[in-house]
């Protein structure tokens, strides 16, 4: 049944571009529009200090980053999970693992590192720095 | 490996009507998927840019820090050129899909102009970081945001230079078949640099001049 269907859908959109989607007019500046309002909004935030709190604006901003990410990836790029018989999106969800993999642990790892050689924490007394070195892991 | 399932396909499907199968008008090429797979494993080398300066760009070793180097207009500047050449070269895709030689041409050449005002923006940046004693040897994080929006630029560089390069290549030799297909390749690449340039003025530049 569901066979049936991808079958009607493969040959409505085949008729016209062989199953290959290289955009139109249309997408491109549905992309554009996109893009430049996702834009100016984080340099707006930033510039004009609009939220107080850094870490706040730091969590928005990063968000506005993801979802312009995906804009350009469907209307630049022509990601859709169906060209070159899916292996294009197979290896985007690969690289995507392997980077949040390597990125949350390496900032992970990093910040610990950081937080237990700080110059300040090994100072106070000889023996609260001894403690430090056992509590390394 | 489409073939494969397209054959599949067909045999299961023989009852039914054949002609919804039949797209041998447009083969499956294997660059496209190629190219792909070298801009996933180029994403790999800027992530780890991207790490690098994740972990070390607080790192400023007594030095200036990104709040007091980067100059936010002028990266608002540099990401609009980058925006606009991406639109542009979205034109010259669909005047070649429209087989307009002479429009194809402009828009590119409209691109490569948006891509150089990118590039001498930054060289004017990174020139006037350095005068002022910010190079990267400066300080960790100061190396890493070299490296990092240095691979970036370098890489707008060469996508210049291959533009060029296809410009000549289409003037002489017309939209032929081969010429569609390097034209759809910098166009994954051109489109590449700005999805990556989305993480560097975010990353970089915005979350550097936070508190």
């Not at chain 1, 110059?119 to 509590?135: C, E």
């Not at chain 2, 990174?126 to 370098?154: D, Q, Y």
């Amino acid at each position: 049944m569901s066979a049936h269907h991808e079958h009607d859908h493969g040959h409505g959109h085949g008729a016209h571009d062989g199953g290959h989607d290289h955009g139109s007019m249309k997408t491109y500046a549905i992309g554009f529009i996109l893009s430049v309002i996702l834009t100016a909004i984080p340099f707006w935030l930033v510039m004009g200090n609009v939220i107080k709190d850094s870490s706040t604006t730091a969590f928005v901003i990063l968000g506005f980053a993801a979802v312009q990410i995906v804009v350009h990836m469907v209307y630049f790029l022509h990601m859709n999970s169906r060209s070159e018989g899916g292996w294009t999106m197979l290896a985007l969800i690969f690289t995507i693992m392997l980077v949040a993999i390597v990125l949350i642990g390496s900032i992970w790892v990093m910040y610990h590192l950081d937080h237990n050689m700080m110059p300040g924490m090994a100072a106070p007394a000889p023996g609260s720095t001894v403690q430090q070195m056992h509590d390394m892991p | 490996m489409s073939d494969l399932v397209l054959d599949h396909a067909a045999h299961g499907a023989a009852k039914d009507d054949m002609k919804f199968y039949v797209r041998d008008h447009h083969p499956e090429n294997g660059t496209l998927l190629g190219f792909w797979l070298y801009l996933m494993s180029d994403c790999l080398i800027f992530a780890v840019l991207f790490i690098a300066y994740a972990v070390l760009g607080r790192h400023y070793a007594g030095g200036p820090s990104g709040a007091e180097l980067f100059d936010l207009p002028t990266v608002a500047l540099n990401t609009a050129f980058l925006l606009f050449s991406s639109i542009t070269y979205g034109f010259a895709m669909i005047a070649s899909q429209r087989k307009k030689l002479g429009t194809t041409l402009l828009w590119l050449g409209v691109t490569g102009l948006f891509g150089l005002a990118f590039l001498s923006l930054e060289l004017y940046e990174f020139a006037h970081l350095i005068h002022e004693g910010a190079g990267p040897a400066r300080s960790a994080f100061l190396t890493s945001f070299f490296a990092l929006v240095g691979t970036h630029g370098l890489h707008v560089t060469f996508g210049a230079i291959w533009l060029v390069t296809l410009m000549v290549q289409l003037n002489r030799h017309g939209l032929t078949e081969a010429n569609t297909r390097r034209l759809m390749c910098l166009s994954m690449f051109w489109h590449f640099l700005d999805v990556i340039w989305i993480g560097v003025f975010t990353f970089v530049y915005l979350m550097g001049v936070l508190p």
